[in-house]
């Protein structure tokens, strides 16, 4: 290394540094940045995906719940008929009035009413038929009445398991949003931690590339002015010896050093001028 390539160095060896400096703040700067976009994009799924996931407990406690609780239970159906309370009370009015048509009748023959003959029988078949006939009317409705009871009764059977169904469904729909926000909240907490650790990683291997360059500075210039003083000093000394060598040709003729004054460089600056410095 020349003289002047050291003393570059020296002169440079700040700007290189502070350059290189710069570089490394820059890149640190970009790294604070970039993990400022990321806690920005995950804060606002966390906070998202936090309001769904804060009723993931409740919403597993309601949904075991449920799971425990016994399916509703089709029960005993009344299958009694009540014939009576479709009983027809207009049934003694034609009665009466059959009555008294059938005895009119007999009356009109010449007949003579009798608890044994005729027309005594005729009253009682007529009374038996039309009670008959009303009863039947009667057990027909009650039937119908317990057709439409029982078709009730299944149905709201029916109803109460559909409904328990579409309960249970509905808390497992509600744990299942509750439970993928919760997942997607922790993945969220996950990539951030995960970006804040690789932020400082990274930032501490820049600060320490910040330190290995103020090293290398300090080095560099070590070498530099370490270098330049060598360079100076050798240069001074054979400056020195092509002086004498001059002024010893000058006053005794030859081209020797004077005698006691050695060269130990044995080197020709004359394109210094060393040789007209004293002549």
Do not use: C, H, W
Not at 38 to 67: K, M, P, S
Not at 105 to 131: E, H, N, V
Request: glycine share 16%.
């Amino acid at each position: 290394m020349g003289l002047g390539q050291s003393l570059a160095g020296i002169f440079t060896g700040d700007s290189i540094r502070d350059e290189n400096r710069r570089g490394i703040r820059a890149q640190q700067q970009g790294m604070r940045d970039a993990q400022a976009i990321g806690d920005e994009f995950y804060g606002g799924q966390i906070d998202a995906y936090g309001q769904d996931a804060v009723t993931y407990g409740d919403d597993l406690a309601r949904y075991r719940e449920a799971q425990t609780r016994d399916l509703p239970q089709m029960g005993q159906f009344n299958s009694d008929l009540n014939v009576e309370k479709f009983l027809d009370p207009y049934q003694d009015y034609v009665q009466e009035q059959e009555a008294k048509a059938i005895e009119q009748s007999a009356a009109a023959r010449g007949g003579m009413f009798s608890g044994g003959g005729a027309t005594a029988k005729a009253l009682q078949d007529r009374s038996q038929q039309i009670a008959g006939q009303f009863r039947d009317r009667a057990t027909n409705l009650a039937k119908e009445e317990r057709q439409f009871g029982y078709n009730d009764f299944l149905n709201r059977f029916k109803q109460e398991r559909e409904n328990d169904a579409l309960e249970m469904q509905g808390y497992g729909n509600l744990l299942k949003q509750s439970g993928g926000a919760r997942q997607n909240m922790f993945g969220a907490q996950g990539g951030q931690a995960n970006l804040g650790m690789q932020t400082e990683q990274g930032l501490g291997q820049l600060e320490q590339q910040v330190y290995q360059n103020n090293a290398n500075f300090i080095k560099g210039m070590s070498d530099n002015v370490g270098s330049a003083i060598d360079e100076g000093v050798e240069l001074g000394a054979n400056i020195y010896s092509g002086g004498m060598t001059g002024m010893a040709s000058t006053l005794g003729g030859g081209g020797d050093a004077p005698k006691g004054v050695s060269n130990p460089y044995n080197k020709d600056y004359s394109m210094f001028g060393a040789n007209k410095a004293l002549s």
